[in-house]
T-cell receptor, first 120, second 112 residues
Framework: GAVVSQHPSWVICKSGTSVKIECRSL??????MFWYRQFPKQSLMLMAT?????????EQGVEKDKFLINHASLTLSTLTVTSAHPEDSSFYIC????????????????FGDGTRLSIL | GEDVEQSLFLSVREGDSSVINCTYT??????LYWYKQEPGAGLQLLTY?????DMKQDQRLTVLLNKKDKHLSLRIADTQTGDSAIYFC????????????FGSGTRLQVQP
């Protein structure tokens, strides 16, 4: 079945550091990928929609200059948390579906294993 | 906007059946999902159902959909301690192009 791989799984770094998180679709092409954020004991909140070859669409309240998204190929989207601060500490999860091109319109979305980001 | 609601907590004894309920508001919801999340882990897709279906069964899991009432349920038969986790209900109108809207998650606690 479809697999989404996310790296790294856990990052601990100092305040002010920029952190890049990768999301890869391993056995399918994804024109659209999604980035979510999850705070402890809470649900997933959509941050942005990553579109291959074009600009990402950000949800209201999400700073596009803080969370840079690049979707340069049909199998890779990256999220860069720029100049991270302790309030950016969270669990970041990406998802993708093999349904983007309409040929497999019933395929569900699969999630990466998430990246736990801890900013000291 | 879309809204998905779940009860926050459910406790059952090992061997009993668990039923987790979910309600949604978006009438254009076409795909409805159940995901499982264990502590510190990502989301595992358990099962999903299309809006033109009433029921779907997959081994110990049974999903029931009442489209009129916008109510979705997940039944886990013969619940085991390994089923203890958070279960998220989610929906979307386009599985490829639109993000999922998640419920708050139901924490299932299975007591031996």
């Amino acid at each position: 079945g479809a697999v989404v791989s996310q790296h790294p799984s856990w990052v601990i770094c100092k305040s002010g550091t920029s952190v890049k998180i990768e999301c890869r679709s391993l056995d399918f092409q994804a024109t659209t990928m999604f980035w979510y954020r999850q705070f402890p004991k809470q649900s997933l909140m959509l941050m942005a929609t990553s579109n291959e070859g074009s600009k990402a669409t950000y949800e209201q309240g999400v700073e596009k200059d803080k969370f840079l998204i690049n979707h340069a190929s049909l199998t890779l989207s990256t999220l860069t948390v720029t100049s991270a601060h302790p309030e950016d500490s969270s669990f970041y999860i990406c998802s993708a579906s093999d349904a983007g091109r309409g040929e497999n319109s019933n395929q569900p979305q699969h999630f990466g294993d998430g990246t736990r980001l801890s900013i000291l | 906007g879309e809204d998905v609601e779940q009860s926050l907590f459910l406790s059952v004894r090992e061997g009993d059946s668990s039923v987790i309920n979910c309600t949604y508001t978006d009438s254009s919801s076409t795909y409805l999902y159940w995901y499982k999340q264990e502590p510190g882990a990502g989301l595992q897709l358990l099962t999903y159902i299309f809006s033109n279906m009433d029921m779907k069964q997959d081994q110990r899991l049974t999903v029931l959909l009442n489209k009129k009432d916008k109510h979705l349920s997940l039944r886990i038969a013969d619940t085991q301690t390994g089923d203890s986790a958070i279960y998220f209900c989610a929906e979307t109108s386009d599985t490829g192009r639109r993000a999922l809207t998640f419920g708050s998650g139901t924490r299932l606690q299975v007591q031996p």
